[in-house]
Nanobody, 114 residues
Framework: QVQLVESGGGLVQPGGSLRLSCAASGFTFISYTMSWYRQAPGKEREFVARINTSGGITNYADSVRGRFTISRDNAKNMVYLQMNSLKPEDTAVYYC???????WGQGTQVTVSS
């Protein structure tokens, strides 16, 4: 049974940081590119970041490049999203995703507000 379980969300002030985690199970994690997406209230889900199987290639949305860092630990079947210099417009539910398989987690809420 495939599972993607996100954690680490919460309420943070503008300029603050959060680290999201995604625990993967039920598939061969090391064989798959992993992604993070987000969905803000009233908006469509959007791409945030992607990391290839080895972790050597990453891609980011323009809106987060330079502030967010995606990483993975293949020994632990984990993918992370380090988010720095957070802005109110980063407020959203953040989802872990296996893009080539259509697997999604349940999401974790990130709220950036003073």
């Amino acid at each position: 049974q495939v599972q993607l379980v996100e954690s680490g969300g919460g309420l943070v002030q503008p300029g603050g940081s959060l680290r999201l985690s995604c625990a993967a199970s039920g598939f061969t994690f090391i064989s798959y590119t992993m992604s993070w997406y987000r969905q803000a209230p009233g908006k469509e889900r959007e791409f945030v970041a992607r990391i290839n199987t080895s972790g050597g290639i990453t891609n980011y949305a323009d809106s987060v490049r330079g502030r967010f860092t995606i990483s993975r630990d293949n020994a632990k079947n984990m993918v992370y999203l380090q988010m720095n210099s957070l802005k109110p417009e980063d407020t959203a539910v953040y989802y872990c995703n296996v893009p080539t398989r259509g697997y999604w987690g349940q999401g974790t809420q990130v709220t950036v507000s003073s």
